[in-house]
């Protein structure tokens, strides 16, 4: 069952461009929302992240919009750079453990 | 360096072999969780541990899964009988009782092929 779902499954962009990558939950005891961004041979890291009773947060180019009732949320690149190609997963995290629960990954490219 | 570490990065087995994985957290993060990852696909929780005690497992991690963080440190997880399935990259990654702020932090993980 796949609680987090993510869209498109990849992405490419001209340099300067704004790729947006797109998630809906189903779960509403989701309490945070992450997003990673995971080189080849890396793990995940994490690059942005966000409460439910947030609208929205910047940080840096990496915006995240978040609409509650919709059980939608977004990540935006703005001015987007060849570094930032990379596959990025969006997450949604429950319960006293903090268990993370992982979108399938966009993989994004950045075109010069 | 005070990121997650893990070892081997590369594992290559028979099928039918052990494998073992070990996992050091960042040495102030009581919580660590293991995570499976195939090609093309998000992180798939395994099991999580607070200190040393394993509070959840998936239903992923078959019989022939075992994990354990003995005295709270670093952590092992063995797959007995490997089958060519199991073959994946598996992550680990640990947090503070304030892992909202930070989120988990991953190591580069351990790949694992079974041939």
Redesign the interface.
């Known amino acids: 069952q796949q609680q987090v779902k993510q869209s498109p499954q990849s992405l490419i962009v001209q340099k300067g461009g704004i790729p947006i990558i797109n998630c809906a939950y189903e779960n509403t005891a989701f309490d945070y929302f992450p997003w990673y961004q995971q080189f080849p041979g890396k793990g995940p890291a994490l690059l942005i992240a966000i409460r439910p009773d947030v609208s929205e947060k910047k940080e840096g180019r990496f915006t995240i919009s978040f609409n509650k009732s919709a059980k939608q949320f977004s990540l935006h690149i703005m001015d987007s750079q060849p570094g930032d190609s990379a596959t990025y997963f969006c997450a949604a995290r429950s319960g006293g453990y903090q268990k993370v629960t992982f979108g399938t990954g966009t993989k994004l490219q950045v075109i010069p | 360096d005070t990121g997650?570490s893990q070892d081997p990065r590369h594992k290559i087995t028979k099928r039918g072999q052990n494998v073992t994985f070990r996992c050091d957290p960042i040495s102030e993060h009581n919580?660590l969780?293991w995570y499976r990852q195939t090609l093309?696909?998000?992180?798939?929780?395994l099991t999580?541990f607070?200190n040393e005690a394993q509070?959840?497992k998936s239903r992923l991690l078959s019989d022939r899964f075992s994990a354990e963080r003995p005295k709270g440190s670093f952590s092992t997880l063995e797959i007995q009988r490997t089958e060519q399935g199991d073959s994946a990259m598996y992550?680990c990654?640990s947090?503070s009782r304030g892992?909202?702020v930070?989120?988990?932090?991953?190591?580069?993980?351990t790949r694992l092929t079974v041939v």
């Open positions: 997650v919580r969780y093309g696909q998000g992180p798939e929780f999580y607070q509070l959840e992550l990654a947090s892992g909202e930070y989120g988990y932090t991953f190591g580069s993980g």
